[in-house]
């Protein structure tokens, strides 16, 4: 690993810290007896998991992306509230710093548009701003079912940014490059309704979330990847399965419209987060933390492991919810901590193997050329 390399790891460490966290508050939540360190573990789970987590992780892609020093102030803002967060920090204070590090992620984000103005960089515009409008509400009071539209936004526009970008290697249309800003306007338009009525809003958002799905899985690379083999196919699956359940959260809401403390709340959520957003993780770990931590990755069939599970465990989780089935949605939200856990020490194992075996030798990079631009270098 690079000396320049090793400056990351206290990052991404705080980014653990708060998926720990949260996976321990989604535990309390379901009924799993647990120690309960500090209430904020259980009310704010979703806050902890979205800019604690997801925030920081993706705050360090943008920081090295952009190459500036400063930028890095976002996740340690966001990781560093987190843990305030967990230890009864002063709300105000904590949720402010949560504030303060998207403001810095989104001014970092308006930069790299300014350098590359381009409609997949005004799309991570649109998403860092979603991120800081959801957290300013979450500062202001708002619950998490008020507010959750707009983090929701912040991950589907990163993530579909970030694919726009890839279509390049097939030199999209004017039509699909189209058909995405209007999809993304309608996302938009999504979250200006909520405020006017929450279930309309939600309704509208989810269908924006089902039409998204359709237009990745029509236009992603992946659908010519995932004939290939090794990594590239790995990544082609964990993407097209996060399309799958795009689209069911997208259904889920439009089916049950404002999010509530039910199991209407609960499964379109998780489908999204979790099926969608961590399927995306899985896939491009193996390159995001070569290409961050200078660390080469061995690819293993292994990995597959933990994405069938984590699919298999949320499938019993959001059909506990519709049941309802309690116990079932207990074991499947299990599960997919299990999953999660699971794939981080396989991802440990997979860094372990791919370390040069004897002094002198040139690590093998984490995937072949072509896979690499295929896949889209470091992007979520």
């Not at 500090?38 to 979703?46: E, F, K, P, Q, R």
């Not at 290939?228 to 993407?239: D, S």
């Not at 709340?265 to 961050?292: E, R, S």
């Not at 069939?301 to 069938?308: E, F, I, M, R, W």
Request: glycine letters at 10%; aromatic letters at 10%; one cysteine or more.
């Amino acid at each position: 690993m690079r000396r320049s390399s090793w400056g990351r790891v206290p990052f991404l460490l705080l980014a653990v810290v708060a998926l720990v966290a949260g996976l321990w508050g989604g535990l309390l939540r379901l009924g799993v007896s647990l120690p309960v360190p500090s209430a904020w573990l259980i009310t704010d789970h979703g806050g902890l998991m979205v800019s604690g987590f997801f925030g920081t992780l993706i705050g360090v892609e943008r920081a090295v992306a952009l190459g500036g020093r400063w930028a890095y102030a976002a996740p340690l803002l966001t990781g560093l509230a987190s843990i305030a967060l967990v230890a009864g920090a002063p709300r105000d204070v904590t949720l402010l710093a949560f504030v303060l590090g998207s403001a810095v992620f989104l001014a970092a984000t308006i930069e790299i548009a300014a350098r590359q103005l381009a409609p997949f960089t005004l799309a991570l515009v649109a998403g860092a701003t979603a991120w800081g409008a959801g957290n300013a509400l979450w500062w202001k009071g708002l619950q998490v079912p008020e507010l959750v539209l707009w983090w929701m936004a912040f991950l589907l526009f990163t993530i579909a940014g970030e694919r726009l970008e890839l279509t390049r290697l097939r030199r999209p249309t004017r039509a699909t490059v189209a058909s995405f800003t209007a999809l993304s306007a309608l996302v938009g338009l999504g979250l200006m309704a909520a405020f006017v009525d929450p279930s309309i809003g939600a309704r509208f958002t989810g269908g924006a979330f089902l039409l998204f799905a359709v237009w990745l899985a029509r236009f992603d690379v992946a659908r010519r990847t995932v004939r290939q083999r090794g990594l590239p196919r790995y990544i082609a699956a964990c993407l097209l399965s996060g399309f799958a359940w795009l689209a069911v959260a997208g259904a889920l809401l439009v089916w049950a419209g404002a999010p509530d403390p039910l199991g209407s709340y609960d499964a379109p959520l998780h489908a999204f987060f979790v099926g969608f957003v961590f399927a995306m993780i899985f896939g491009h770990a193996p390159i995001i933390f070569p290409a961050v931590l200078r660390a080469p990755i061995r690819y293993h069939p292994v990995l597959y492991l933990p994405l069938a599970l984590l699919h298999l465990a949320l499938v019993a989780r959001i059909a506990g919810d519709l049941v309802p089935h309690p116990a079932m949605r207990k074991w499947g939200g299990t599960g997919n901590v299990v999953a999660i856990l699971l794939f981080a020490g396989s991802l440990i194992l997979a860094s372990v193997l791919g370390r040069p075996r004897r002094q002198g030798l040139q690590p093998r990079p984490a995937a072949s050329a072509n896979a690499a631009s295929d896949e889209g270098g470091i992007s979520l």
